[in-house]
C-alpha cells in the first residue's frame, strides 16, 4: 500500500498504527525475538528524527517496541545490539545495501521475522537512485523468501501521479494506493518572487544580469529572523547553502550581535555530531533560522516553522510542496516563498504560475532495468546467496541475458544450476547506490590535516578543481589542489570576494537509434548515445551580483559516458521556412538546446544537473541539424526517454519561456546556459523561437 497525500497529512501514523500493532503482539510471542520491522529513509535525518517519534509513540508499550537507528553513524559496539534485539530498524537504502544484506546470515533472526518494510518518502526514489534502491529491493525480497518471510510493503510518498504504478515498480510488487488528503491544515500564503535585473550590470555577452536568488534569499532570511519569525530556507546546493548562512549572519551582527548565533547551515558532507547537534537545536528553537539543502526537506518533523523560502525551483512540484509543507506543520498559517534563479524554467513559472498551482504532480522516472544498474546488483545478490535461473525473473528481463555477460566477464562463475560471486572483494561494493561512483573526495585541510568533508568522484571536476571557492560550516576555502588519484583534494582557508563555476565541452555520437517518428519532415528520436565531456575552465563570479570577473583555464582528463539521450533534426526547407540562415543556424540550435534543458525537469523528475545536450548545425552521424538532450548517468535514468513522450509539451514550453522573457537577445533567465563550455557563444533567441515554432507547427498531435 502506497500512501500519496499532502505535507503533515498523518502518513506517519498511517503506517506506525499497524507496524506498532504486530511489535506488541509479536513481544508476547513464545520466541525472544517476536515480529520485526524495516523502516527505510532517503536520508539520515528523517531516520532519525522517525525514531524520535516512534519513541514517543511507543512510550506506554514499554519494551514490547524496540527501534534503534542503523547507519553510518551508528557506533561499532551499538550494531550487534540492533541486530539483536532491535524489533524496529530505522536505516536508509544505502546501509540496506553495503551493510545489511551482504552479512545477512547476521541479521538473519531479524529477516525471518520481518512482517513490514517501510518506504518513507518513496517519491524521492527516481532517476539513477531509485532504479538502484529498486534492485535493493528486490534483493531483500529474495532474501526474506530464503528466511521464510514474506513483508508487507508500507509506501508513504507526497503527492504524485500514478504512485501506485511508481509504486509498484519500485518494490516489484503489487501496490493499493490510497491518495485521498481530508486532512485540516492551516492557510498558506504563496508567493512567487522574482529578483530585479540590475541595470548598471552586464553579463556575457552584453546580457542583463539578474539578482541572485542567494542574494534575495538572504535578504529575505534576515527580515525573517529580525521579526522573531521561525524559517528554513531550501537552497540546491551545498554552497548556496553555506553562502546563506553566512550572509545573513554578516546582515544581522548589523542589528542585533545575539542573531547571527541563531542562524546556521545545514547539508551533506558535515560530520555526524555536526548534524546531530544543528537538528537538536532545530528542534528546541534554539536556531531561528536555517539555511538548508534538501537533506532536511524530507518529512522531518519541525513543529513551529512559520516560513519555508526555497531558492529556486527545486526541480519537481513533489519537491516544491514538500519543502513548502515545513511550515505551519501545527495547523497554524504559514508563509512559503518561490525565489526564481536566473534559469529557464524559474523564469516560466513566475510567469506561468497555472504550470505551479493547477497542473497536476509529475510522474516519478526510473528504469531499474537499466544494465549500468542492475549488473552490479546481480554481483551483488550472487554473492549473498548464488543466483539460480529461478532468481532471475524477480530481477527483471533484461538479468538473464547480462548474466551471461558477467560470466563472460568472469565476475560471476557458474557451477552447477547456481551462479557465484568468486571475486574476493565485496561485490556491493562495485556500485554507488546514489549514482556518484567512484571513491568519494576527501577535502582537506592543506595547513592542518583535517578532513572537512567528502565530495562524490564524478562531482570532483566540478566542484574541487584547483582554484575552486569550497564552503563549510560558514568558512570559505580554496582548492589548491586536486588529486584525483589519490583523491584528495587540499584547501586553504581564504575569505574571496567570489565564488566559482565550471565550464565544459561536449561532444556527441549516436550509437543506436531505438525509436523515431516523423515531425513533418523532421525526425523527433530516441536511443542510445556516446558523449565526451571534459571540464576545460572555470569562470569568478562576484558573489551578491553574479557578475562575471574572469575566467581560467584547467586541464583536466575527459570522461566519456554511455547513455540515452533524445534528440531531433530540421531539414533545410524547415530552416528557410523559419527564415533561418546558415549565419544565425548555430546560434538558434544552441539557444533551443539550453532551453530545453532548462524547461525539462518541469516534464521528467530530474535536475538540470541530470541532464546535458548538444547542438550541432551539421551532425556527422544524422548529416542534419541536430539538438540532443541526454541523460547524464551510465545508461540513462529515464529522463530522456520521458522527454521523448512528452516532447510536444516540453518543446512548446521551451519556446513559451524564451519569448515571455523580456530581455532583448537572450540572458540566462531564457537562453543562456550557467555550465555552457562555448561562453553562451553562439546564441539567438529570435531564431530559437522561429525554429521551434515551425518545428511545432509540423508536429503530430500531443
Same mark, same amino acid.
Given at each position: ?135 535493493? !529491493?528486490?534483493?531483500? $525480497? =529474495?532474501?526474506?523468501? %530464503? ?6 510493503? +508500507?509506501?508513504?510518498? &507526497? *503527492? ?110 558535515? !560530520?555526524?555530531?555536526? $548534524? =546531530?547537534?544543528?537538528? %537538536? ?6 536556531? +531561528?533560522?536555517?539555511? &538548508? *539543502? ?119 562463475? %557458474? ?288
Amino acid at each position: 500500500m502506497v500512501v500519496a497525500t499532502g505535507t503533515a497529512s498523518g502518513k506517519s501514523l498511517a503506517y506506525l498504527a499497524p507496524v506498532l500493532s504486530a511489535l506488541a503482539d509479536g513481544a508476547e510471542a513464545p520466541n525472544r525475538r517476536g515480529a520485526t520491522a524495516l523502516y527505510l529513509a532517503p536520508t539520515k535525518a528523517l531516520a532519525a528524527d522517525q525514531r524520535r517519534a516512534v519513541r514517543a509513540l511507543a512510550a506506554p508499550l514499554g519494551n514490547a517496541v524496540r527501534p534503534a537507528v542503523y547507519d553510518g553513524d551508528t557506533p561499532v559496539e551499538e550494531r550487534e545490539w540492533v541486530r539483536q534485539y532491535a524489533n524496529y530498524v530505522l536505516t536508509n537504502p544505502d546501509m540496506l545495501h553495503r551493510g545489511i544484506l551482504p552479512a545477512h546470515p547476521r541479521w538473519s533472526s531479524f529477516l525471518r521475522a520481518l512482517r513490514y518494510v517501510v518506504i518513507d518518502e518513496c517519491h524521492t526514489y527516481r532517476g539513477v537512485f531509485g532504479s538502484h534502491v529498486a534492485q535493493v !529491493l528486490r534483493r531483500l $525480497r =529474495r532474501l526474506c523468501a %530464503r528466511y521464510g518471510s514474506d513483508p508487507v510493503f +508500507l509506501l508513504a510518498s &507526497a *503527492t504524485a501521479s500514478d504512485p501506485a504504478a511508481a509504486a509498484s515498480r519500485l518494490t516489484g510488487v503489487p501496490v493499493t494506493e490510497v491518495a485521498d488528503d481530508a486532512s485540516p491544515r492551516g492557510e498558506v500564503v504563496f508567493a512567487l518572487w522574482e529578483p530585479p535585473l540590475l541595470t548598471e550590470l552586464r553579463g556575457e555577452k552584453g546580457a542583463p544580469v539578474r539578482r541572485t536568488a542567494t542574494a534575495e534569499t538572504a535578504d529575505l532570511l534576515t527580515d525573517l529572523v529580525v521579526q522573531g519569525v521561525r524559517t528554513v530556507a531550501f537552497v540546491r546546493s551545498r554552497r548556496g547553502a553555506e553562502l546563506i548562512a553566512v550572509i545573513a549572519q554578516e546582515r544581522l551582527a548589523e542589528v542585533n550581535r545575539s542573531l547571527p548565533g541563531r542562524v546556521a547551515a545545514y547539508r551533506g558532507g558535515y !560530520l555526524p555530531e555536526e $548534524r =546531530r547537534a544543528l537538528e %537538536r537545536a532545530l528542534h528546541s528553537g534554539e536556531l +531561528l533560522g536555517l539555511a &538548508a *539543502t534538501t537533506a532536511l526537506e524530507l518529512g522531518v518533523d519541525v513543529s513551529g516553522l512559520d516560513a519555508v523560502l526555497i531558492t529556486g525551483y527545486p526541480g519537481t512540484r513533489a519537491s516544491l510542496w514538500q519543502q513548502a509543507g515545513r511550515a505551519g506543520r501545527a495547523g497554524q498559517g504559514a508563509l512559503a516563498v518561490l525565489i526564481a534563479r536566473d534559469d529557464p524554467l524559474d523564469t516560466y513559472l513566475v510567469h506561468h504560475p497555472e504550470a505551479l498551482f493547477r497542473q497536476p504532480v509529475e510522474a516519478t522516472v526510473l528504469d531499474p532495468d537499466n544494465p549500468y544498474v542492475l549488473a552490479p546488483h546481480l554481483c551483488a545478490a550472487a554473492a549473498e546467496i548464488p543466483l539460480t535461473e529461478a532468481d532471475l525473473p524477480l530481477f527483471g528481463p533484461a538479468a538473464a541475458e547480462l548474466v551471461t555477460q558477467l560470466e563472460a566477464a568472469k565476475l560471476l562463475r %557458474r557451477r552447477a544450476t547456481a551462479w557465484h560471486w568468486t571475486r574476493r572483494e565485496r561485490a556491493s561494493d562495485l556500485t554507488d547506490i546514489r549514482g556518484g561512483g567512484g571513491r568519494p573526495v576527501q577535502i582537506v585541510e592543506a595547513a592542518t590535516g583535517r578532513l572537512l568533508g567528502t565530495v562524490d568522484e564524478s562531482a570532483a571536476h566540478t566542484a574541487v578543481h584547483d582554484g575552486a571557492v569550497h564552503l563549510h560550516q560558514g568558512r570559505t576555502y580554496l582548492v589548491k589542489q586536486l588529486d584525483l588519484e589519490d583523491s584528495v583534494a587540499l584547501v586553504e582557508e581564504s575569505s574571496p570576494p567570489f565564488s566559482t563555476t565550471a565550464r565544459d565541452t561536449t561532444s556527441i555520437s549516436v550509437l543506436e537509434t531505438e525509436t523515431e517518428i516523423p515531425w513533418g519532415p523532421a525526425r523527433l528520436c530516441f536511443g542510445s548515445v556516446e558523449v565526451t565531456n571534459q571540464v576545460v575552465s572555470y569562470l569568478r563570479r562576484k558573489l551578491i551580483t553574479g557578475e562575471v570577473l574572469g575566467e581560467a583555464k584547467l586541464d583536466l582528463p575527459p570522461r566519456t559516458l554511455r547513455t540515452r539521450a533524445v534528440w531531433w533534426t530540421v531539414t533545410e526547407d524547415q530552416l528557410d521556412e523559419a527564415r533561418i540562415n546558415p549565419e544565425i543556424l548555430g546560434g538558434a540550435l544552441h539557444a533551443a538546446e539550453h532551453a530545453s534543458i532548462g524547461l525539462l525537469p518541469l516534464f521528467a523528475t530530474c535536475d538540470r544537473w541530470d541532464i546535458g545536450g548538444v547542438s550541432v548545425p551539421l551532425h556527422p552521424d544524422t548529416l542534419l541539424p541536430t539538438v540532443f538532450v541526454y541523460d547524464g548517468h551510465p545508461g540513462g535514468a529515464g529522463f530522456a526517454e520521458r522527454a521523448f513522450h512528452t516532447a510536444h509539451a516540453w518543446l512548446t514550453a521551451t519556446r513559451d519561456a524564451i519569448a515571455s522573457c523580456e530581455c532583448e537577445a537572450g540572458c540566462p533567465s531564457c537562453i543562456q546556459s550557467p555550465k555552457c563550455g562555448n561562453g553562451n557563444d553562439p546564441l539567438h533567441k529570435r531564431g530559437a523561437i522561429r525554429l521551434l515554432t515551425r518545428l511545432l507547427a509540423q508536429a503530430p498531435p500531443p
